[in-house]
């Protein structure tokens, strides 16, 4: 079995892949140095993953096991998010990533989607 945080991790994964979202992926964070190149891909403080809804917005998914804080620059980016109305999700259990996706969609046409 892999790390806490890793299982976690597959579950949102398997369940946006598992409901149809085509457009995910992952924002890494990599600094240092690649073979002689100074190496800054993605931003710190964005959302572990990124999901385009089939409404055209783009939602921001943060993962993190029960107990572990979050940076101030993630803390920062919820706060905007929030403010500014752009779907946002914190997991810290998989039931906060499906109760999110039931609560964002109800009243849709994308509200029966949802396998669980």
């Given at each position: 079995?892999?790390k ?20 995910h ?12 190149y100074?190496?800054n ?12 809804f ?8 943060e ?12 803390i920062?980016?919820?706060?905007y ?8 999700v ?27």
């Open positions: 079995m892999g806490p945080e890793n299982e976690l991790t597959k579950q949102a994964v398997d369940y946006i892949s598992h409901n149809g979202f085509k457009w992926w992952r924002n890494q964070v990599l600094k240092g140095m690649f073979k002689g100074h190496v891909q993605g931003k710190s403080g964005i959302g572990d993953y990124v999901v385009i089939p409404d055209g917005r783009t939602c921001y998914i993962i993190k096991l029960p107990g572990k804080k979050r940076t101030p620059e993630q920062e980016f919820a706060a998010c929030i403010a500014n109305s752009v779907p946002y914190f997991v810290q259990k998989i039931s906060d990533l499906t109760g999110y996706f039931k609560q964002y969609f109800r009243g849709t046409q994308w509200e029966n989607r949802f396998f669980y």
